[in-house]
Structure formats: C-alpha cells, structure tokens
C-alpha cells in the first residue's frame, strides 16, 4: 500500500506546495489514512516533504471537515477511497445529479466530478 500511496502522490503532485483545494484535501485523506494505520507524523511528513506539525493540522482540519460533512471533500477524495480500499469505480448518474442541483456548490461538484471521470457514459 506505500508504494500505491508514493505514486498517488507523485502522480497527483500531493508533495508540492499550492493552494488548490482538491489537491489539500487530497492530501488531507492520504494523511488520515496513514496515520489510523499506525505511521508517526514525522514519516508521513517525509512523503509530502511537510513537517510533522503541518501533517498534524491536516488530519485534525480533515476530520472537522469529515464531521460538518463537507460535500466538497467527499467528491475530491471519492477516487481516493475508493482507489486505497480495493473497490471498484463507483459511477454516478449525471442527469440525476443535474436535476437534484439547486446551488453553486452541487454545481461544483458536478464539475468536479467531470473532471474525475466519475460519471456513466
């Protein structure tokens, strides 16, 4: 599972400062993850080249997140979950989503969704 959570983060440039908020809360999940499974913040902070505290305030800002359920997080880290528990892709209906949408951010997610390729055909 390290080597698939090394290349995740190589692939989706997790260990490179920025702003975008997908690419954090992307980051968030993978921190979460490896520390429930028992890694120390100091060696998680190696993989995305943070210090232990910035890895600690990120799993404590993703579990705040995770308890407000934040819609936003839920679709950034769907391929995620799905990707480090061995499930297959879960596809969502776009019409569907289109017509239960009544604000910018279920727009947002629509998008995001897009973007992830999260949709039947």
């Known amino acids: 599972m390290t080597e698939l959570i090394k290349e995740v983060i190589e692939r989706d440039g997790l260990d ?3 702003r975008n908020a ?6 968030r999940y993978i921190c979460s993850l490896l520390h429930r499974k ?3 913040h ?3 902070g190696k993989l995305f080249n943070l210090d232990r505290t910035t890895i600690i305030y990120s ?4 579990n705040e997140l995770i308890d407000i359920k934040d819609k936003l ?5 769907e391929e995620y979950q799905r990707l480090f528990s061995d499930l297959p892709p879960l596809k969502h209906n776009l019409h569907k989503d289109i017509r239960k949408a009544d604000s910018l951010e279920d727009l947002a997610i629509i998008k995001l ?3 992830n390729n999260l949709y039947d055909n």
């Open 42 to 44: 100091s060696d998680i």
């Open 22 to 27: 997908s690419r954090i809360n992307k980051r």
């Open 113 to 115: 969704r897009l973007k």
């Open 73 to 77: 997080l839920q679709v950034d880290i």
């Open 38 to 40: 028992g890694y120390h």
């Open 59 to 62: 799993i404590k800002k993703y």
């Open 16 to 18: 490179k400062r920025c």
